[in-house]
């Protein structure tokens, strides 16, 4: 799910009664101010625990410098330095004072930017809305550099109402998506030419439905048109969504009377959107649809990208299953296809992103698992021939960097331990990869390459330790300067009463799970301890890296200083690079191999002296939250409490795209889809179960708490809801909210299954 798959960092019904504003922490008066604590005051009344980062930074197409967004010392706004790689020479390149549009006294808030090709004028993202996932439709400026002269673009159309707003390859256009239609401006002039005209609810030009973009697309936002290399036509995404099905979610509060919230929504054996790729003059005329064989609703079209040049448009085309991946190449004049390449699985196959064109176009870069481990090959434009230029039992992750010219491709990897990551880098005609990322600083390694490859903004940072972000010099990795050293969170972390966190392995009989442990700062191991566990367990995320976790880091540590022990573990099925079997363990097989380990694991914990089998309990969201709920139905004998968040309580709930993917199409084995269903094992619930969902969830709908909440009444379970009015997924929105929600797992937690060590003899086994 892109999201039962999202909340895995923490960006995040009742007994008989559902709890919500009436809820005041217990604890609040005995809040303290003492540094060596984490509060719940700390956590949501201050930025104590945050790291620091750079400000948006853009390399120049030179590589010879980078821009980044820093705060004006002039007054509001930001200003647009620009620091030479090699001196660190500064300087303002825009200040805030000349983004302030005529009439207004303020500069404008710069939520993204983008420099035109020749580095002339400078594209600014302002005034952003939020449509599903992310703030992807706002206002666009132009500033020529040249004339200091601001411009609106798309000035007359609706407030807010851009989308995916980019300059041709000269600079000289622009193009955007308003209201399901594409247009063109010139941006000089303000002439402005409208290439479709037939947008509407369901005819969505260079735009996508809701499954598309959270399937497809995340975690980065989607983008649903490209500009030709040339700049003389578009290629652009056309979604039919006439006849998808439409989920209403009830509005009870903002009105008197009730008001409902549609959304088209495909779930699970229901109707997709028809998907189809187009071409269309810059200049305006008929598009050009490209010829992809069979039903466009029973296939997909994940990726779209020019084929190098402007002759070709090269589309990804999958199949419902999705387990097979075709490569084909439309001619951008007449639409007609030929396949150069077809990628199949036994179980499914995702989307690929690194596909880039070298060689004067004559080749493509594929990663593939076809060896069973996923690496990086050079496929011929006219044969569709393979050849690898990695290989090996190792992975990777992905590509950073292709330097044609140096002969170069930089990637990430971590051939020896899945939980870190570290770059490397590897001849264009393949041979042996070199690790560029220092062999003395094992955890996660994160690289923006300047475009020639001498340069990277890099930042560094492990389980225990929070990112330090500079920038170095490649190959040879020396740092020129750090740009954030995070010091302000050092400090406070050094002033913090810190127990012991560790990576290690779990065996448990088949294979090695990666884990890590938090452990009280006056753990005594002649005592026994409550083990309270973190878990994702979908093959969208690892919660298991050995990176900062800077949105659970507080909270656990709070839990870890009230005297729990707390734990996570990746199960078979979770993304990290250890090959394709392991990855796809999962298929058709949700709830029931990553229940498994997880309870093979916890057998594991229990095993040591210092765990009290007694208290061992669960918490996780959208996918950790059905996970906390297959693992108190089905192993009750292990796990006493769970916190269950926005949890897919029947595969079926969820939308086609996601769910095919993984567990297959439900007329073929709906028997899978009933055993993944946490609502079959309901009646084994024997301990605390805390349930939290959004009313407002367009992703896992609200109507998953309530099917739950009737099976649990219909075995006569004692369990408690807590259900957010008009929330999403994230159950963020409103003063207060992730606050009260966290007072209220705290205190659950508190009297549920009661924190500290006891004597070996106190706890019951």
């Known amino acids: ?162 989308m995916y707003g980019k300059f041709d390859p000269s600079g000289e256009r622009f193009g955007y998506v308003s209201k399901n239609d594409l247009f063109v401006e010139d941006v000089a002039t303000g002439e402005v030419m409208r290439l479709t005209d037939d947008g509407s609810e369901t005819i969505i030009n260079g735009n996508f439905d809701w499954v598309y ?64 790729v187009g071409v269309v003059s810059a200049g305006g005329g008929a598009t050009v649809w490209c010829d992809v064989p069979g039903d466009q609703r029973d296939n997909y079209i994940p990726r779209m990208e020019w084929s190098g040049n402007g002759d070709e ?28 390449l077809t990628e199949t699985d036994d179980a499914y196959l995702d989307a690929i992103d690194d596909w880039i064109w070298l060689d004067g176009d004559e080749h493509v870069t594929w990663l593939s698992e076809r060896t069973g481990w996923r690496h990086l090959y050079s496929v011929d434009r006219e044969s569709g021939e393979l050849t690898a230029i990695t290989s090996g039992d190792w992975e990777v992750v992905s590509v950073e960097l292709i330097d044609e010219e140096g002969g170069w491709i930089y990637f990430i990897a971590s051939p020896d331990n899945a939980t870190q990551r570290y770059l ?13 990322s220092p062999a003395d600083q094992p955890g996660t390694h994160t690289y923006s390459i300047s475009p020639d490859g001498s340069f990277a903004i890099h930042t560094y940072a492990t389980l225990t330790t929070p990112p330090v972000t500079s920038l170095v010099s490649l190959p040879d990795h020396e740092v020129q300067r750090v740009l954030v050293d995070n010091a302000r969170l050092n400090e406070t972390l050094a002033s913090l009463d810190l127990g012991r966190t560790e990576l290690f392995q779990v065996d448990v009989g088949d294979t090695m799970l990666d884990a890590w442990i938090m452990y009280p700062p006056d753990f005594d191991p002649s005592l026994k301890y409550p083990v309270f566990f973190y878990a994702y367990s979908h093959p969208f995320a690892q919660t298991v890296l050995d ?41 058709r097989k949700f709830g029931v191999v990553n229940s498994a380990d997880q309870a093979a ?32 139905f089905r192993y009750p004998e292990i796990y006493s409490t ?9 595969p079926r ?20 889809y009933e055993e993944g269903s946490a609502l079959k094992y309901a009646s084994g619930l024997e301990g605390n179960l805390l349930y939290v969902h959004g009313t407002g969830d367009d992703n896992v709908h609200y109507q998953n708490a309530e099917q739950l909440v009737n099976e649990l009444i219909r075995h006569n379970k004692y369990f408690t809801m807590l259900s957010y009015p008009n929330r999403s997924h994230g159950i963020f929105e409103g003063p207060g909210t992730r606050r009260h929600l966290f007072t209220y797992m705290t205190r659950y937690l508190n009297e549920n299954m009661p924190p500290g060590g006891v004597p070996q003899d106190a706890a019951s086994d």
């Not at 419902?320 to 296809?337: E, K, P, Y």
């Not at 078979?572 to 298929?587: L, V």
């Not at 769970?642 to 029947?650: N, Q, R």
Request: proline share 5%.
């Open 1 to 162: 799910m892109t999201s039962m798959k999202r909340f895995t960092s923490g960006l995040p019904i009742l007994v008989a009664l559902f709890a919500l504003l009436a809820i005041v922490p217990a604890s609040d008066a005995q809040e303290t101010t003492d540094a060596s604590k984490v509060t719940l005051d700390r956590l949501f009344g201050s930025g104590d625990f945050f790291p620091d980062f750079p400000g948006q930074s853009r390399w120049l197409e030179d590589g010879s410098a980078y821009t980044s967004l820093e705060r004006s010392e002039a007054g509001s706004g930001r200003d647009l330095v620009r620091y030479d790689a090699a001196t660190g020479e500064r300087e303002v390149l825009v200040a805030a004072a000349q983004l302030v549009p005529e009439g207004e006294t303020r500069p404008l808030g710069i939520q993204n930017y983008v420099w035109s090709p020749d580095g002339s004028k400078l594209l600014i993202y302002t005034n952003s809305q939020r449509v599903w996932r992310f703030n992807s439709r706002g206002d666009y400026w132009v500033l020529d550099l040249d004339s200091g002269a601001l411009r609106q673009m798309g000035a007359d159309r609706p407030e807010s109402s851009l």
């Open 213 to 276: 973009e959270e399937e497809f697309f995340m975690p980065l936002p989607a983008n649903g048109w490209r500009w030709a290399p040339d700049g003389k036509s578009i290629a652009y995404w056309q979604l039919d969504a006439e006849g998808i099905g439409v989920f209403d979610m009830i509005n009870n509060t903002d009105s008197i009377y009730s008001f409902t919230i549609p959304v088209q929504y495909p779930k699970v054996g229901t109707q997709n959107s028809a998907a189809r």
């Open 313 to 340: 448009v090269a589309i990804q085309r999958m199949n419902r299953h999705q387990n097979n991946n075709q490569v084909m190449l439309c001619d951008a004049d007449d639409g007609s296809i030929r396949t150069l």
């Open 424 to 436: 490397y880098r590897v001849p264009l005609a393949g041979g042996d990869p070199v690790r560029l």
């Open 547 to 587: 990176r900062w976790d800077f949105g659970n880091f507080g909270w656990h540590t709070m839990l870890t200083q009230q005297g729990y022990i707390v734990a996570s573990v990746d199960n078979r099925g979770t993304p990290g690079p250890r090959g394709r079997d392991w990855r796809k363990a999962q298929y």
């Open 601 to 632: 694991a916890a057998r594991v914990l229990m095993e040591r002296p210092y765990v009290d089998a007694s208290r061992i309990g669960m918490w996780g969201w959208s996918g950790g939250g059905g996970a906390t709920l297959q693992a108190l």
């Open 642 to 650: 769970g916190i269950a968040i926005a949890a897919v309580t029947h």
């Open 653 to 672: 709930n969820y939308d086609t795209v996601y769910m095919e993917r993984y567990m297959g199409l439900i007329d073929e084995n709906p028997e899978d």
